[in-house]
């Protein structure tokens, strides 16, 4: 099959996931701004229209649940039947996610599996839906949205870390695999960012607080709502934005030979040298001080 050029930057088409709100909302918008033919992949129909009011006449809204393969597919059809012949996709940012903070003794299997199906699954299926258009481009890529936690798992959010290593793992997978396809595969990995994922997080993980049972909530309690504290005020004290986020992925939309992995933000910086280079029990010692800290400071308001 003969690959069309990327073409000037109008006739880029890129679908963004996760578009309605957070991180992915920013991207699609400042995508949009640069002259990128945008679908912002939504869950509903009002969602779009919000997305829409805020963007240019060239961006489209898509409906699609990553979680749901014929939702993917049906996407996918809609986005080469709204195109002309032959013509196909320059990129795919599979940015949606959640995320899920619970002790993993404790875990809901739902939510875990629910966890594993959006971060996981869901990039692959997208992926696999798309790569038929992702070849009919010259220099088409995939863009994986991970974090600092694809490198350095946190307690109490190991449900989110197994899901963004598994993520990076898929994204290593299927670079080396379609390297000699001529589609570039990269992962952009945020620190904290201020978004609305971290109020839900936090809302979330104190209403699992409250259902754990009594044995659970003195094993956890404690350690785990300092752990919810801690990222809360992280991600407020973040100077990193989303609209950093979003550049970052035009970066890689813009580079002539995408890197296989872009950190933003300090912190992400630094989980991943540290990963590197530090061993596993320092990582468990900073970890333990953590908690340890968190539990005084609990006894010191309780005392």
């Not at 009002?46 to 979680?67: I, N, S, W």
């Not at 009919?136 to 798992?153: E, L, Q, Y």
């Not at 609305?196 to 993980?205: A, L, M, Q």
């Not at 030979?257 to 950190?263: G, I, K, N």
């Amino acid at each position: 099959m003969t690959r069309k050029s990327q073409g000037a930057i109008e006739d880029r088409v890129v679908v963004v996931t996760g578009a309605s709100s957070g991180l992915g909302r920013a991207m699609a918008l400042h995508l949009d701004s640069l002259g990128y033919r945008v679908y912002g992949g939504v869950r509903n129909a009002a969602a779009g229209d919000e997305l829409r009011r805020e963007a240019t006449p060239r961006l489209r809204t898509v409906l699609v649940d990553v979680t749901d393969e014929e939702s993917v597919h049906a996407a996918a059809a809609q986005i080469a039947g709204e195109r002309p012949a032959d013509s196909g996709v320059f990129a795919i940012v599979n940015n949606a996610g959640v995320c899920v903070a619970s002790p993993l003794e404790c875990v809901k299997m739902d939510r875990l599996r629910h966890q594993l199906r959006v971060n996981v699954v869901g990039p692959i299926l997208m992926s696999q839906a798309f790569l038929p258009l992702l070849r009919r481009t010259s220099g088409s890529r995939i863009v994986n949205v991970s974090s600092g936690m694809g490198k350095v798992a946190m307690p109490y959010l190991g449900s989110y870390a197994a899901a963004e290593f598994g993520k990076e793992a898929a994204s290593a997978s299927l670079r080396r695999e379609l390297a000699r396809h001529g589609v570039a595969v990269s992962i952009v990995a945020p620190g904290a960012v201020k978004t609305p994922i971290w109020e839900k997080v936090s809302e979330e993980g104190a209403a699992d607080l409250e259902s754990l049972e009594p044995w659970a909530q003195e094993a956890y309690g404690r350690s785990f709502a300092g752990l919810l504290r801690v990222n809360a005020m992280r991600a407020r004290a973040s100077t990193t934005t989303p609209t950093d986020v979003a550049r970052t992925v035009a970066r890689v939309l813009a580079a002539s030979r995408p890197r296989a992995r872009y950190t933003v933000g300090v912190d992400s910086w630094l989980s991943s040298v540290a990963s590197r280079v530090l061993p596993d029990g320092v990582f468990d010692a900073v970890f333990a001080g953590l908690l340890r800290g968190q539990r005084l400071i609990d006894s010191g308001r309780n005392g």
